[in-house]
């Protein structure tokens, strides 16, 4: 799919982190979601990603559609040469996010992606910590986290055609600043669903 062939342009990056707790992933069933690894155990995206070596396995084994799971190609499995020569390993957010904007998506709405909080209640969480596949040698550490924010930032500004909206619990008490003018917050009660992009 191409971008002259999306008629209309938002889609849903669904991750893990804690923050979305308490949202009612169903408001979304009609519309266009891109999910993060384990989301398919609670809940069907109309694209799930995975990057991590013990869920892909399990996704693929499952009963989640073989032709709308990702993975994506090893070397886009890492942060790119241009932004660090070093190549750590991304995560299955950024990739998510990457896989949308491939697909025509410019207009991202964006839940669950802890990272970028600077509050100990949600930053090292993940709603699947210890079940198969998410034990502790899976977590990322505060250091990960921070790096993860200046990849998020270079991302973003590498997609200047693209608008970037991330979406918190009115509770938080912190973020960690993205500097790009294609970047903006917003509450969950702020949320407005589009069901006129109707997942396939």
């Known amino acids: 799919m191409t971008k002259q062939l999306v008629e209309k342009n938002r889609a849903y990056i669904i991750c893990n982190g804690q923050s979305r707790i308490d949202f009612d992933l169903s408001r979304l069933s009609n519309c266009v979601t891109f999910g993060c690894n384990a989301l398919y155990r609670e809940w069907v995206p109309t694209w ?13 084994t499952s009963s989640f559609p ?5 993975v994506p190609p090893l070397d886009e499995q890492h ?4 932004y660090n020569p070093n190549r750590p390993r991304s995560n299955a957010g950024m990739n998510a996010m990457a896989e949308a904007i491939k697909k025509g998506y410019n207009q991202l709405y964006i839940l669950g992606m802890d990272f970028i909080l600077a509050d100990n209640k949600y930053t090292m969480s993940n709603l699947f910590d ?3 596949n998410y034990g502790m040698e899976t977590r990322a550490t505060e250091r990960d986290q921070l790096a993860r924010c200046g990849y998020l930032t270079w991302f973003c500004r590498k997609h200047n055609d693209t608008s970037f909206r991330f979406v918190f619990p009115r509770d938080v008490e912190a ?3 993205i500097k790009s003018p294609n970047v903006t917050g917003m509450f ?3 949320l407005t669903v589009d069901t006129s992009v109707l997942r396939n």
Do not use: A, C, F, M
């Open 66 to 70: 073989n032709d709308k799971h990702i």
């Open 175 to 177: 973020y960690r600043e």
């Open 79 to 82: 942060e790119p040469v241009e």
């Open 48 to 60: 799930l990603i995975s990057i991590d070596k013990g869920i892909s396995p399990e996704i693929r």
């Open 130 to 132: 210890g079940t198969e």
């Open 188 to 190: 969950y009660d702020q």
